[in-house]
């Protein structure tokens, strides 16, 4: 169970803070074993805490707000910086604390301090919290902290991070005008084919001049719309909503995505160089930080989001390295890699400074998975636009005509 305690230090000072405890009882031996003079002691809910005598959740529901990759990039660079000028920890942390103004990240931070002040490894506040720090990150920090050079980790992480940061703001703004495109056009559509066809087939109906057969069938549709217009929007906004959980949230769902993105033509050369990108930059970090190879390379296969190289990276580990092959065969026996990677791999392994090579092959993969991304962008723009000119100029036709015969009738 959580406990929050209030207490005064010898000097007089006011300290506060949080401690897993069994009982009440054994916060106050914990407090006693500090020197501190108990003043409150609050049982604290599960996934809270109190922060400057406020209740904060870090839990990750519906309308909270966690832990972003802004808050994670300034928090390890911070704390680098703080390092390498000569800040302790505990000093360091306080510092955060007081100049945070996000709860979630004030309670994060409080945890840390806690564990430190409980004799507790740095690394396992971040462990606690797995949707927002990566199996690589907790195993960089722990190793940092191991080896004594915190400082040095928290900067590659921060590096790390802000170009991971950079990587997905590239991708995101490429992606935003065809979303917006995507989406203004189908409500705009869907109003149409609701609301206004029926209204002009309501001109043709008290008409002797039958309309042609592609007409009539765009204003059956709109009329069958329009008679349940209330059952049609609910359904076509909450079908989007499932859509977009089912292939984000749903196992079943993102392997279905998974499967279709990977035979797209242009999509599976941005997903694969994106998946070699992300594994180049991972295991170099891993690498710099000191973690052995076989233990880096099962981390890296945890964190790339590709299934197929999350396979063959183990293959690599389990039954190439681990039975005594070069790293550079083990590379070489997989086709997933192309033969500059492997090529390079092999010869930073004879080199010594595999982690150099893996970091200059992430900065190229990034550049090309920006590169990839452009060219996605401009052949789906046009193409969407086309699409969008048809069905709309259908739809304009399907009305044009049936007005032109009944004025020409006249």
């Known amino acids: 169970m959580r406990y929050h305690y209030i207490a005064a230090l010898a000097s007089g000072k006011i300290t506060e803070g949080n401690i897993d405890a069994a009982s009440p009882d054994q916060v106050l031996e914990w407090m006693t074993s500090q020197g501190y003079k108990p003043i409150s002691i609050k049982v ?3 996934g809270t805490s109190i922060v400057g005598g406020k209740i904060i959740s870090l839990s990750k529901g519906l309308f909270s707000q966690g832990i972003t990759l802004t ?3 300034f928090v390890t660079k911070y704390l680098s910086l703080m390092l390498k000028v000569g800040t302790d920890l505990f000093r360091a942390i306080d510092i955060l604390i007081a100049d945070f103004e996000k709860p979630a990240v004030k309670l994060f931070l409080s945890e840390i301090r806690d564990n430190l002040s409980q004799g507790r ?9 797995p949707q927002y720090f990566s199996q690589v990150e907790i195993n960089l920090i722990k ?4 080896s004594g050079n915190l400082e040095k980790v928290f900067e590659d992480l921060s590096n790390s991070l802000e170009k991971n940061q950079e990587l997905q703001n590239k991708v995101k703004s490429a992606l935003i005008y065809p979303i917006v495109l995507i989406s203004i056009a189908s409500i705009v559509m869907l109003v149409m084919i609701v609301l206004v066809i029926p209204k002009i087939s ?8 039958k309309p042609p057969l592609f007409s009539r069938i765009v204003f059956a549709i709109g009329g069958f719309a329009n008679d349940y217009k209330f059952i049609i929007f609910p359904v076509f906004f909450g079908g989007i909503g499932f859509a977009i959980y089912f292939f ?9 995505l998974s499967r279709w993105t990977n035979r797209a033509p242009v999509l599976k050369n ?6 070699i990108q992300r594994f180049s930059a991972t295991l170099a970090s891993l690498l710099r930080a000191g973690i052995p190879i076989l233990e880096a390379l099962d981390i890296t296969a945890s964190a790339v989001g590709s299934d197929e190289l999350h396979d063959i990276l183990i293959r690599i580990s389990k039954e190439g390295i681990a039975k005594g092959m070069t790293i550079g065969d083990a590379f070489r026996r997989e ?14 392994e004879k080199a010594g400074h595999m982690e150099d090579i893996l970091e200059t092959l992430s900065n190229f993969y990034a550049s090309e998975v920006d590169a990839s991304v452009k060219i996605f962008i401009a052949i789906l723009e046009p193409a969407l636009l086309l699409f969008l000119g048809v069905m709309v100029g259908g739809i304009a036709i399907a009305v044009i005509i049936p007005i032109y015969q009944l004025v020409s009738a006249v």
């Open 44 to 46: 604290v809910a599960e």
């Open 71 to 73: 808050d994670k990039v």
């Open 121 to 129: 490894p740095f690394y396992l506040a971040f462990s606690q919290y």
């Open 143 to 146: 190793a940092g902290e191991r």
């Open 202 to 209: 309501g001109v043709f109906s008290q008409s002797t001049q």
């Open 248 to 256: 984000t949230k749903n196992p079943v769902g993102k392997a279905m």
């Open 270 to 275: 941005i997903i694969h160089h994106l998946a």
């Open 335 to 348: 086709t997933y890699f192309p033969k500059v990677v492997t090529n390079l791999i092999a010869i930073s």
